[in-house]
């Protein structure tokens, strides 16, 4: 396992609290939220929750990429473009809306749909490319285990196995299960801002395990911006999961209205403009609706 020799450690920590989000549904979100509006380059991170009928119906996105990571149940995915699927329990969805997407994600399961969203920016040479997706089912998601720790690597590398995703904006997304009583070593490349995101149990992160407490499950742990990785360990009865993603920052000013993420506020005047009169990568979007909506009778 690799060696870390100048841990992170946390500078900040969230508890992400539930709320309303969506039609119906409810998310835990850590980034975005007034505490912590921007994590260069993270716009957004939502632990979501959501049963039929609630959904996200129908709704725009350009200047960023939205990565979709389910843990529970299964979302179906449609867009005015026609591409459309559906994304059950460990499957990824790796969407760059670049210059625009129009689409609804709604549950395809009975029960509670259970996932991670997680929006990344793009730099202002890569805002307007064209739309595109990679979506990796579960069984493909590059995995593999060591001394009690299992990890599934969605974007970036660990314990020697890489992802196939392709990142406009370098980035690492790995999905860690430490058994009780392991613990991980993860290098995290210098330059990259960091967090961790815990999931299931509670663990021990950063410099010294000795004196650090058990963190629970559903916050968010800001890493230091230097250091070479990170240090976590279970040292409780129960499994310890939680997400580490990293990545570079773009160090570019933002501007953003909801779904919309610019660099500039006439950047966003013209992408309203566009989705307003279906224009410049929102032609389509005129006389789409889809199927979920039309379901709904609205």
Known sequence: ???????????????????????????????????????????????????????????????????????????THEDFEGHKGTIGAGDLQWMTAGRGVVHSEMPAAEGTQKGLQLWINLSSKHKMIQ??????????????????VKVRVIAGEALGIKSTIQTKTPTMYLDFTLKPGSQIQQPIPKSYNSF??????????????????PIPSHNLLLLTGFGDGLVACNKGTKILRFILVGGEPLGEPIAQLGPFVMNTQQEIDQTIEDFENCTNGFEKARHWRSQARVKLGY
Not at 8 to 34: C, N, Y
Not at 131 to 148: F, L, V
Not at 196 to 213: A, H, K, M, W
């Open 196 to 213: 961790v995101y815990i999931l299931e149990g509670e663990g021990i992160f950063g410099q010294d395990s000795r004196t650090n407490l």
């Open 1 to 75: 396992m690799s060696v870390v020799r100048e841990p992170r450690s946390i500078v900040r920590k969230f508890l992400a609290r539930p709320q309303q989000e969506g039609l119906g549904a409810v998310v835990r979100r850590s980034i975005g939220r007034f505490e912590l509006r921007y994590f260069d380059p993270f716009l957004v991170l939502d632990e979501f929750s959501v049963s039929a009928p609630a959904g996200f119906p129908d709704h725009p996105h350009r200047g960023f990429e939205t990565v979709t990571y389910m843990l529970q149940g299964a979302v």
């Open 131 to 148: 739309p595109r997706y990679q979506e990796i089912s579960s069984a493909n998601i590059a995995e593999a285990t060591k001394d009690g």
